[in-house]
C-alpha cells in the first residue's frame, strides 16, 4: 500500500495482481450524501439571494399578498358570500404578481378588463343562443370561432402584442368558458359578478403591495439603464483607441483584464435593445413616481437607446481593428495617434456628459461647447488625413530613417489603409453621437429638465459656439 500527496490531498493506492495500482475512496453513506447535497443547495440559494436582494424582496411581497387573501377570505360572512369562488383571488395573485410595478400595474389591468369584457358579451352569446332554439349550437360555435379568431389575431400586432397580449389570451379563455358553460343566464350573471369581485380583490392587493411596499419601478430602471450605458460607451471608445494607440509594454499586462472589460462595453449596449422595449412598454403602465410624470415619455428612451446601438457598432468595428495592430507600422501610428486621441476624448466627454444629464435630469449648460469641440476634432482629423504623403511607387533602395518628430514620411497605401479604417469609424462615430445628443434633447424638452444653475467661473459673458453638422 502506498500513498502520494495530489493537489494538497492525501490519496491512498494498493497494489493489485497486474502490478498495477488502484485508488482507495472511501465510502460515503447516505446520510452524508444528503447533508453534502443539502449543504450544496443552501449555499448556492444563498448565493442567488446575496447577487440580487430584489429577488428576495418579491418572494416575500408574494407570500404576503398570498396571505392577506387567503386571510382575508378566511372571514365567515366573506367566505360565506363567495364561496369557492375565493380561488380565483388566489389564482390572480399567482399569475399578475410581477416583480416590477409596472408589469403588475399592466397584467392586473388586463385581468380586469379581460374579464368584464369577456363575461359580458358570453352572457350575450349565452342568451342569444338559448331564444334560437335549435339553432343554439350554431350560435356558440359560431360565437367561439370569431371572438376566438380575433382576439388570437390581434396578438400578431405588434403595437397591441406589447401592452395587451396578456388581456387577449385572458378574453379568449373567460369568453369560452362563459359561452359554453351550460348555465342559465341568472346564474352566469351570478357566478360572473362573484369572479370579477374576487379579482378585483385580488388586484387590489397586489397593486397595494407592489407600491407601497418596496416598489421596483420599471420606468426608473430603463433610465438608470441608459444612464449606465453612456458611461460604458465612452470606456469602450476610450478603451479602444488607448489600446490601438499604446506602446507594447511588460507593465501594462496587470491592467489587462480591466481594460479589456472597459473596451467590451459595447457588447452590453447591444444586448439591452430587447430590455429597453420591455421597460419602455411596462413603465407606461406606472403611475407618476419621482422625478417622473404619469405620461413621462418612456418610447423616447428606445429611441436613445436605438442611437447608442448605432454607436455601439462603430466601437465594435473598431475593436476589430485592434486586432490590426502589428500591421501597422509605428510611424503612421504617431501621424495619427495625437487627433485619434483628440476625437476620442471629445466624443467620450459628451457621452459621460449625456450620462450626468439623465442621472441629475437636468439640462446642460456646457453641452454646445462639447458638440463643438468634437467637430473641430473631427475637422483636424479630416486635415490629418488629407495631409498624409502617400507614395505610389516603391523606391529601390532604403532611405535614412527619419526622427521620430517628421510627419513628412512617405507612406505606402498598405501602411496607412488600417488606420485609415480606424480615423472613418471614428469620424462616423462622432456623427452618430450627435444624432444621440439630440435624441436626448427631445427627452430633455418632453420630460421637461430644468436647466442646470451651476455654471463655471468666466462663463457667463462667453458666447455659445455654434452647432456645426
Not at 357566478?191 to 397593486?207: D, F, K
Request: glycine letters at 6%; aromatic letters at 8%.
Amino acid at each position: 500500500m502506498a500513498s502520494k500527496v495530489e493537489a494538497g490531498k492525501l490519496e491512498w493506492r494498493i497494489s493489485v495482481d497486474n502490478e498495477t495500482t488502484k485508488r482507495l475512496v472511501p465510502k460515503s453513506g447516505p446520510s452524508e450524501r444528503i447533508f453534502l447535497w443539502l449543504k450544496g443547495l443552501i449555499t448556492k440559494t444563498w448565493r442567488i439571494g446575496a447577487d440580487d436582494p430584489a429577488k428576495v424582496v418579491h418572494c416575500l411581497k408574494v407570500g404576503l399578498a398570498l396571505s392577506l387573501v387567503c386571510i382575508f377570505y378566511y372571514m365567515r360572512p366573506l367566505y360565506d358570500g363567495v364561496g369557492g369562488n375565493a380561488m380565483w383571488a388566489i389564482m390572480t395573485v399567482v399569475v399578475v404578481f410581477e416583480s416590477n410595478v409596472g408589469a403588475t400595474f399592466s397584467k392586473c389591468v388586463n385581468r380586469v378588463v379581460a374579464t368584464i369584457l369577456a363575461g359580458t358579451l358570453g352572457i350575450a352569446v349565452h342568451w342569444v343562443a338559448t331564444q334560437s332554439g335549435e339553432a343554439e349550437i350554431f350560435v356558440i360555435g359560431s360565437s367561439v370561432f370569431l371572438f376566438a379568431f380575433a382576439a388570437t389575431y390581434s396578438r400578431f400586432v405588434p403595437s397591441f402584442k406589447s401592452r395587451f397580449d396578456y388581456g387577449a389570451m385572458i378574453f379568449i379563455l373567460t369568453f369560452s368558458l362563459v359561452s359554453v358553460g351550460g348555465y342559465r343566464v341568472d346564474k352566469l350573471v351570478d357566478m360572473a359578478q362573484q369572479r370579477v369581485s374576487t379579482i378585483a380583490v385580488g388586484t387590489s392587493i397586489c397593486i397595494i403591495i407592489t407600491i407601497f411596499i418596496c416598489p421596483i419601478w420599471a420606468g426608473t430602471h430603463l433610465h438608470r439603464l441608459i444612464q449606465h450605458n453612456f458611461t460604458k460607451l465612452a470606456d469602450s471608445l476610450d478603451g479602444c483607441v488607448a489600446e490601438y494607440f499604446k506602446k507594447r509594454d511588460v507593465s501594462t499586462n496587470e491592467n489587462e483584464d480591466e481594460t479589456n472589460m472597459k473596451v467590451q462595453g459595447f457588447k452590453c449596449v447591444l444586448n439591452s435593445k430587447g430590455t429597453e422595449e420591455a421597460m419602455a412598454n411596462l413603465a407606461r403602465w406606472e403611475p407618476a413616481h419621482g422625478s417622473f410624470n404619469f405620461r413621462h415619455p418612456w418610447q423616447q428612451y428606445v429611441k436613445i437607446g436605438a442611437a447608442m446601438q448605432r454607436c455601439a457598432y462603430c466601437l465594435e468595428n473598431l475593436s476589430i481593428c485592434m486586432n490590426y495592430e502589428t500591421e501597422t507600422p509605428d510611424q503612421v501610428k504617431k501621424h495619427f495617434r495625437e487627433a485619434c486621441m483628440k476625437l476620442s476624448a471629445a466624443s467620450s466627454k459628451i457621452m459621460r456628459e449625456l450620462a450626468d444629464i439623465l442621472k441629475n435630469t437636468r439640462r446642460s449648460l456646457k453641452m454646445d461647447f462639447l458638440v463643438f469641440d468634437m467637430n473641430s476634432a473631427v475637422q483636424e482629423l479630416q486635415e490629418t488625413l488629407k495631409t498624409i504623403p502617400i507614395q505610389t511607387n516603391k523606391p529601390e533602395e532604403e532611405e535614412e530613417v527619419p526622427s521620430a518628430e517628421d510627419r513628412t514620411i512617405p507612406m505606402t497605401l498598405h501602411e496607412v489603409l488600417p488606420v485609415a479604417t480606424l480615423v472613418s469609424l471614428l469620424i462616423e462615430n462622432a456623427a452618430r453621437i450627435q444624432t444621440t445628443v439630440e435624441a436626448v434633447d427631445v427627452l430633455a424638452s418632453l420630460a421637461d429638465f430644468k436647466q442646470d444653475s451651476k455654471k463655471k467661473t468666466g462663463d457667463n459673458n462667453t458666447k455659445q459656439p455654434p452647432l456645426s453638422s
